[in-house]
């Protein structure tokens, strides 16, 4: 038992869990984070296939980084992309 708070704890401390926003619930010896009830965009899509999908942003964040990373905000997540292509949609908190 004490072992998985100090993990989890690591994970909130590092940023894991506030930064998504999700709810991060442990699961025997291991850490999931629960999925949004809502549609989000899907790794691997285009940023023009997003924008048709879900529509404009509320804001657009400029690159930053190497390799690019750009991040778009809906209402109740935020999109990140690598170069065009999403990497990644997690609830904001």
Do not use: C
């Amino acid at each position: 038992m004490g072992y998985r708070n100090l993990l989890i704890g690591a994970l909130l401390a590092a940023g894991l869990g506030g930064a998504a926003g999700a709810e991060t619930i442990a699961v025997g010896h291991a850490i999931e984070v629960q999925k949004p009830a809502f549609a989000t965009p899907k790794r691997g899509m285009t940023m023009d296939q997003v924008a048709q999908r879900f529509g404009a942003p509320v804001e657009k964040l400029p690159a930053v980084g190497k390799p690019p990373i750009t991040r778009w905000k809906y209402p109740g997540y935020i999109v990140y992309f690598e170069f065009k292509t999403v990497i990644d949609s997690v609830v904001a908190g």
